[in-house]
């Protein structure tokens, strides 16, 4: 699943509403020094795919997706996640387990140090 465009409105720990688009299917990397919001990057798109992920009822996030070359769009208010698909509602996409959520995202630490010492 490809993320085409990420809009965060409104997460805990971003002030200003912004938005991501990435141009190219290429690996992005987000860096920085602590505290600008590159965890949080991380924390809206979990927010979508993983809905029985605990979140502030101030979480407004929406994305859209492409997988098999089929356009999905989710979106956030609260804890109340709706996804479409080719512009219909429909339930999500089939995401591994809810309890794995935490192992889609690479650390820098996980690409530096691949020993377990470095988890």
């Known amino acids: 699943m490809k993320l085409k465009r990420l809009r965060i409105n409104r997460l805990p720990g971003i002030n200003e509403a912004f938005q991501i688009a990435p141009k190219e299917a290429a690996i992005h990397v987000v860096i920085g020094p602590n505290g600008i919001g590159k965890s949080r990057l991380c924390r809206a798109v979990e927010a979508l795919y993983c809905s ?3 979140t502030s009822q101030h979480t407004s996030v929406d994305g859209e997706f492409e ?5 999905w769009r989710a ?6 996640v709706r996804w479409q698909h080719n512009g219909a509602d429909s339930p999500s996409p089939i995401f591994p387990a809810s309890y794995n959520h935490n192992c889609f995202f690479l650390r820098l630490r996980d690409l530096i140090d691949p020993s377990s010492e470095g988890t």
Request: overall charge negative; proline content about 0%; charged content about 55%.
């Open 52 to 54: 029985e992920l605990e």
């Open 67 to 71: 997988l098999d070359g089929e356009t």
């Open 75 to 80: 979106e956030r208010e609260g804890s109340r």
